[in-house]
């Protein structure tokens, strides 16, 4: 079955920080995967998404991920980030176009203004 | 406006009570999902299906039922419920074809005393 790491279960950074959350999958086949975004009180929002071509993807607010295949990794960045980035940030995947979407366990953002 | 709905969006009740949480979408996707967030675990996929009338179980199906009768609606219910089936419950739809990008509801939470 598949599976899906998030190593940073909580990370806490200064506004204008970098950003790096990390991703790992357990799939060796074809896969589609997600990062989801989930501010206080809110549902999940799509940030990006990889299917195919250019592994490096960007999403919105100025998220962007890079899919490393030899790695099995997807992980998330973002160069500069502000007080409105708290939040828990999940990574997803969707393997060989079946109908399972398994979430990794989220990571908690908070920005510190 | 395109969107999931809930409800209810809160509910505490006893064990043993029988319970329904109803899901609808007006896209009209074909994918439904019905998932649980727990700390720590990320969301994991209950029940799913794919069509009216097409149902299959997720990762934690058990306590769960679900039907889905017609294709907006796809209620999620608890025939017996117990302590710890207490969570955060969404519901989620998407697309058929090659669009594995799902769109959420806002969410239910559920305590079970």
């Known amino acids: 079955a598949q599976s899906v790491s998030q190593h940073n279960h909580h990370v806490i950074l200064s506004e204008a920080a970098s950003l790096e959350l990390g991703c790992n999958y357990s799939y060796g086949g074809t896969v589609n995967l997600f990062w989801y975004v989930q501010y206080p009180g809110q549902h999940l929002q799509l940030l990006l998404k990889?299917?195919?071509?250019?592994?490096l993807v960007k999403g919105i607010k100025g998220f962007e991920a890079e899919f490393i295949k030899s790695k099995f990794s997807f992980n998330l960045r973002k160069p500069s980030v502000q007080w409105s980035d708290t939040a828990e940030y999940f990574c997803?995947?969707?393997?060989?176009?079946?109908?399972?979407?398994?979430f990794g366990g989220g990571t908690r953002l908070m920005v510190k203004p | 406006e395109a969107q999931v709905t809930q409800n209810p969006r809160y509910l505490i009740t006893v064990t043993g009570k029988k319970l329904t949480v109803t899901c609808s979408q007006n896209?009209?996707?074909?994918?439904m999902s019905w998932y649980r967030q727990d700390p720590g675990l990320g969301l994991r996929q209950i029940y799913y299906s794919m069509n009216v009338e097409v149902t299959d179980k997720g990762d934690v199906p058990e306590g769960y039922k679900v039907s889905r009768k017609e294709k907006r609606n796809f209620p999620l219910i608890l025939e017996s419920p117990s302590p710890n089936q207490t969570s955060l419950y969404f519901c989620a739809s998407r697309p058929g074809g090659l669009s594995y990008e799902q769109y959420f509801g806002p969410g239910t939470r559920l305590t079970v005393t």
């Open positions: 997803a995947v969707n393997a060989n176009a079946g109908n399972m979407l398994t």
């Open positions: 896209m009209n996707h074909e994918y």
């Open positions: 990889y299917f195919s071509g250019d592994p």
